[in-house]
């Protein structure tokens, strides 16, 4: 079913482990590139900006191939929460998500050496239940907030806060698999 490997332009252990999941083979090529938002730039460019750039900076390296890149983030009363910065951060975060509804936007791009790119754009709606300080001081002394948008992990500890989820949970964890199965189709 899988015809060709995919580059994968990301050092994310839950993009891999989804594409595992599914049985597709892939090597990981990380891309290093700036993640500074643009003044300006609303979360759905912003996001797709980043996963065009990352998979830009690893087809500079390489000679052929069909580079999947992808970038999320969270959006909450119209903030946008990429990996918080420290553990202060992640509170602040956390502070925010709790009793809400917020957004899960991640932006993919698919670049084929020597070819075309696509982008596409995946939205789902996670709402979290009211967090207690308590709650808050525990997940984050965890350190599972580290390096995630949001500061949260769905498919870890922080499902005990989840009270409700619209859209794919795959988004949610970082690769729409079933948007990027779609996109590669129509390559």
Do not use: C
């Not at 420290?86 to 809400?100: F, V």
């Not at 984050?140 to 949260?152: F, L």
């Amino acid at each position: 079913m899988f015809t060709e490997k995919l580059i994968l332009a990301s050092g994310s252990p839950r993009r891999a482990e989804i594409l595992d999941a599914v049985g597709w083979p892939f090597e990981v090529v990380t891309s290093g590139i700036d993640e500074t938002r643009s003044p300006g730039e609303n979360p759905v460019a912003y996001v797709q900006r980043l996963a065009l750039e990352k998979a830009e900076a690893v087809a500079a390296k390489r000679e052929e191939g069909l580079i999947l890149a992808a970038d999320t983030t969270v959006v909450v009363e119209d903030q946008l929460l990429g990996q918080p910065e420290d553990d202060h951060d992640a509170q602040r975060m956390l502070r925010l998500l709790s009793g809400k509804w917020h957004e899960v936007l991640t932006g993919v791009a698919l670049l084929r050496i020597g070819g075309e790119s696509k982008l596409g754009i995946e939205t789902a709606r996670v709402r979290f239940a009211e967090l207690s300080q308590t709650e808050i001081d525990w997940y984050v002394s965890t350190g599972e907030p580290r390096g995630k948008a949001g500061a949260y992990g769905i498919q870890g500890k922080a499902a005990l806060f989840v009270q409700e989820v619209s859209g794919d949970y795959f988004n949610i964890v970082g690769l729409p698999i079933r948007l990027v199965y779609e996109m590669i189709r129509r390559t």
